[in-house]
């Protein structure tokens, strides 16, 4: 899912943090400022505050967007895929490919956008994988039960693991100015992490009559 690009009528808080993803993607490593900001809508810095009280609330509308897409769609994939492989592999594909369309935004998932602003908004992103490794660890426990495997680390490694080798190749989204694509040979890499990963758990023995 991405934003939509502020050409059609869409409410003036919307128009706004439109504005501001697309200024993120149009200016790599560049701080927006209000003032720039105001410019792109078509409006005065007064008229932005009247929506926002503050550009932290407006980054703070950016990270809500991405939380809400990407958990509900997480709970999707939770109902409809059942085995601990598919529903990790899917979790993470749709955090690469929600970054790949939304570039801009991205930008703050890496904290490249949050240079010099307040540290709630670090905390708030902090949180935000915080939340999906969560996700990832319960799924990776679940599975012993579930399915009768495990993974060679313990879960919450793994599960760090996983998101690490995502976040990885989203950083490098963001350093390479959006030419490289978080989802370019992701498949391939992912069947090589998979190799040996999970394990099956011993069965019990049965004791001899």
């Known amino acids: 899912m991405t934003m939509n690009k502020p050409t059609q009528k869409v409410p003036r808080r919307q128009q706004i943090l439109e504005c501001l993803a697309q200024m993120l993607e149009d200016s790599p490593g560049a701080r927006i400022t209000t003032a720039a900001l ?5 409006v ?12 932290t609330k407006m980054f703070e509308g950016l990270i809500e967007f991405i939380e809400d897409t990407i958990f509900s769609r997480v709970k999707l994939i939770i109902s409809d895929a059942q085995d601990a492989q598919p529903r990790c ?16 935004i991205t930008r703050i998932l890496t904290g490249d956008a949050l240079a010099g602003e307040t540290e709630r908004l670090r905390q708030r992103v902090a949180q935000f994988f915080d939340r999906l490794e969560t996700q990832l660890k319960q799924i990776l426990r679940e ?8 993974t060679q680390l313990a879960p919450s490694i793994a599960a760090n693991c996983m998101l690490s080798m995502a ?9 390479s100015e959006f030419k490289r694509l978080p989802t370019e040979n992701w ?6 992490m998979m190799s040996d990963f999970f394990v099956e758990t011993p069965k019990a023995s049965v004791a001899s009559s």
């Open 167 to 175: 976040e990885g190749r989203i950083a490098q989204y963001v350093r």
């Open 89 to 104: 592999e899917q979790i993470l594909l749709l955090l690469l490919t929600f970054t790949e369309r939304n570039p801009g």
């Open 38 to 42: 105001a410019t792109k809508v078509g």
């Open 44 to 55: 005065s810095e007064a008229a932005l505050y009247r929506h926002f009280p503050s550009k």
């Open 187 to 192: 498949s391939d890499q992912w069947l090589m």
């Open 143 to 150: 599975a012993e039960m579930r399915e009768g495997i495990r």
